[in-house]
């Protein structure tokens, strides 16, 4: 790492982020969506609980760590809540849009 300038800071991965910005910013808005004239928010510690609480449903699942989770639908907090419980959990997080056509989603080993 460099002293000053680009590459001094520390490092940071996604997770760390997210728990930091989740107790830095609380009950701050993280994120809202309207839906049939109603708006919908979720706070720091919102978001964060419901991302966990998806980590904590793959494990119940007996979802191994590095699978693939696909998510599929539309642009959603609950999409992006199921995206960082996935990584949360350690797993390969991805979208799959509800146009796709079989041979764009398909995986072989």
């Not at 808005?29 to 980590?55: D, G, P, S």
């Not at 959603?76 to 419980?85: K, L, N, Q, R, T």
Request: proline share 3%.
């Amino acid at each position: 790492m460099q002293h000053n300038g680009f590459g001094s800071e520390a490092p940071q991965t996604l997770c760390d982020l997210f728990a930091t910005n989740s107790k830095k910013y609380g009950e701050r808005k993280a994120m809202h969506v309207l839906r049939k004239n109603k708006i919908f928010t979720w706070t720091w510690t919102q978001y964060y609980t419901e991302a966990i609480n998806f980590a904590k449903a793959l494990k119940a699942l007996n979802i191994t760590e590095r699978s693939a989770v696909n998510i599929m639908g539309f642009n959603s907090p609950e999409w992006v809540i199921a995206y960082i419980g996935g990584i949360l959990y350690n797993c390969i997080s991805t979208g799959i849009y509800i146009t796709n056509e079989p041979e764009a989603v398909l995986y072989q080993i």
